[in-house]
């Protein structure tokens, strides 16, 4: 099968596709026919090798396990392990694997998929697992944002940006949106009440108090998000600039400041595909690549400005 190859950190030029054995399944494992993937920015801390990933992935080099990236996948169920119960062979699929999507097969277990609904095509599932299942904790279980909130999303035309954005008006919530003044009208037409762009103004200084923040980009202090917030608001912490503030958040523990960790869960995935489904929320896709331009969409990423998601076209 066709793969990229991912054997070095910080390389580009060692990211290549390349030909591998199609995996074989264990017995709780799933083979899925990979028909789309998409890219997040946690494919560029990967590739990056932050020293979180390196703990994980493998110290001076990703490890055999983690030589392929890509997280969101959808496709068909090629065949299932003896102990897999809640998939079959033919199913059409999406989830998010952690890594292993940049190729034309690839192993998931039952937790990390769900079913594609019938109406919702492939690239729209694959855009949507990483960055609706950490938009949808954000606004629906961490600051469960009700009709009639007023909520500021930073961050709001990037991949977690636009579900959150589309997430806050299903559930009722005036928003508040902040981005460069280029993707100011695909965040309106996204369904924002209005825009803030960061260029020229602060958001933090406009003496208006929010019910909840969703913080996509993390440039702010705990204080400042403090400061922005109603008594009772929560500002739910999705992304991260800088060391210095990641320790600062975590080191600040409060009620109102709540970092988000996202794991991949086949209910929550499940609930994403009907939200696709009904049209509650769409995967706002910006560019596709075939899978040899893996790394072309990789460098899209690592400039932290692209508008939506970029959609991988394998088959
Ligand atoms: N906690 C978790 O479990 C979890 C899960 C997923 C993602 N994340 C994190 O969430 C962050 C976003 O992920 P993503 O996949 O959505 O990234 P992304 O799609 O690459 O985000 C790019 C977007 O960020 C915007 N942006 C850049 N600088 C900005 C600024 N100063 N103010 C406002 N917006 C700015 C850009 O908007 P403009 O082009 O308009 O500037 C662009 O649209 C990443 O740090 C990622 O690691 C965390």
Redesign the pocket.
Known sequence: MKAIHFPKYGSFEHLKQIEKPIPEPNSKQILVRVKNSST???E??IFRGLWMVRMKCGIFKPSKKYDVQGADISGEVVSVGSEVKGFKKGDAVFGDIFNGGYAEYALAEEHQLAKKPENVSFEQAAAIP??GM?AL?GIRDITKVKKGDHVLI????????TFAVQMAKHYGAKVTA???G??AAAVIALGADEVLN?ETTDFCSQGIKYDHVID????RTPKEMKRILKPGGICAV????TLTLMFRFMLNPSKQIK????EPNSEVLTTLGEMLSSGAVKSYITAKFPLAQVPQALKN?ST??????QVIVIE
């Open positions: 997040n920015a946690m560029w801390h990483v960055a950490t904790k930073n961050g709001a035309s990037g991949g977690v940006g902040v981005c460069s280029k993707n960061y996509v980009v993390g440039n999705i992304g991260m600039t970092v988000v960790h996202v990423v932290r400005h692209v508008c939506g998601k």
